[in-house]
């Protein structure tokens, strides 16, 4: 089965930093997706990644695919305090179900 | 109004009681699936549903059932519970195209005591 594993567990920055969380999965990736999520609340769709080499952005967040390394990256420029918060990856195993395996999520402080 | 509505958001219960958590969608989505959250190990798969009459294992499924009464609503079921499926639970759907995320409901926050 399919195994990601996401560094670092956590992360404090200071507002204004940037900084980097990656994903690294233990077979091919067929697609990658990354969430957030407040502390108890639902997941936030950020951003799908398909093609190796891909990269998206959206507001400060910049995720990018690495298809050779089975790994991709998420970074954000000049971290905000609303940057807060759990960030997990998930991939597609491949196939037709379509099942999402997780990471364990990467913690982040952002303070002010 | 939510998309995918989870039902109730806190539950408090004692060993052995039966518990069910409920999830509505109203995406128009055929699949439906429930994760439980523990801290430390991420989101992991309980049940899934391609469609109505269609029910399928995840990877901790012991302990569990689920039922899906109708396209929209797929409800978790923890016949008697025990203090270790104290986690947060969280309802998904989708359409089965790789090009579509899954969309999660808010979560439900089951403390057993």
């Known amino acids: 089965s399919q195994e990601l594993e996401q560094s670092p567990q956590s992360l404090i920055v200071q507002e204004g930093k940037n900084l980097t969380i990656n994903c690294t999965s233990s077979k091919t990736l067929y697609g990658l997706y990354w969430y957030k999520q407040k502390y108890g609340e639902g997941l936030i769709f950020l951003m799908m990644?398909?093609?190796?080499?891909e990269e998206k952005s959206h507001e400060k967040i910049t995720a990018k695919l690495d298809e050779k390394k089975q790994q991709s990256s998420l970074h954000i420029t000049a971290s905000q305090p609303s940057h807060a918060g759990i960030y997990l990856c998930g991939a597609d195993g491949g196939g037709s179900n379509y099942k999402l395996t997780f990471g364990k999520g990467t913690l982040l402080t952002v303070n002010p | 109004d939510a998309d995918v509505t989870q039902t109730p958001r806190n539950r408090i219960t004692k060993t052995g009681k039966r518990i069910m958590l409920e999830c509505s969608q109203t995406k128009g989505h055929d699949r439906m699936y429930w994760y439980r959250q523990d801290p430390g190990l991420g989101l992991r798969l309980i049940y899934y549903s391609f469609d109505v009459k269609d029910i399928n294992k995840g990877e901790i499924s012991d302990g569990y059932s689920v039922s899906r009464q109708a396209q929209a609503k797929f409800s978790l079921s923890l016949e008697s519970a025990i203090p270790n499926q104290t986690a947060l639970y969280f309802c998904?759907?989708?359409?089965?195209?790789?090009?579509?995320?899954?969309?999660f409901g808010d979560g439900t926050r089951l403390s057993i005591l």
């Open positions: 990644l398909q093609k190796g080499g």
């Open positions: 998904a759907t989708g359409t089965g195209d790789s090009n579509q995320p899954q969309h």
